[in-house]
């Protein structure tokens, strides 16, 4: 059973950083990403960024390029998102989800929600300004 585990959420002020941690079990292959969604009450779900566990290609939203890094420790069976110079508006519950069996326009879809096989419970992340 595939499972996804977050954490690191907590309040910071603005311009902080703060680092979220998935943690990922379950996955009998490589053929697999792993994103950051997030998720205001009343709003749809955001892509914030996602990471191919096959070659570590990388995707980010416009909204957070510059201050926000995906990485991942395979390993350790982790995805950490870094965020830095964090602003109000980057508050909100963060999941990380999994897609499995990427297709070739991955590039394209890695921000739909509805892609995405697995979840995690989520984290809240507040910022104060």
């Known amino acids: 059973e595939r499972q996804l585990v977050e954490s690191g959420g907590g309040l910071v002020q603005a311009g902080g950083s703060l680092r979220l941690s998935c943690a990922v079990s379950?996955?009998?292959?490589?053929?697999?990403?792993i994103a950051w969604f997030r998720q205001e009450p009343g709003a749809s779900r955001e892509g914030v960024a996602s990471i191919v566990r096959a070659d570590g290609t990388t995707h980010y939203a416009d909204s957070v390029k510059g201050r926000f890094a995906i990485s991942a420790d395979n390993a350790k069976n982790t995805v950490t998102l870094q965020m830095n110079n964090l602003k109000a508006e980057d508050s909100a519950t963060y999941y990380c989800?999994?897609?499995?069996?990427?297709?070739?326009?991955?590039?394209?879809?890695?921000?739909?929600?509805?892609?995405?096989?697995?979840w995690g419970h989520g984290t809240r992340v507040i910022v104060s300004s």
């Open positions: 379950g996955f009998t292959s490589n053929d697999y990403a």
């Open positions: 989800a999994a897609e499995i069996h990427l297709s070739g326009d991955y590039v394209y879809t890695w921000p739909r929600a509805y892609e995405y096989d697995s």
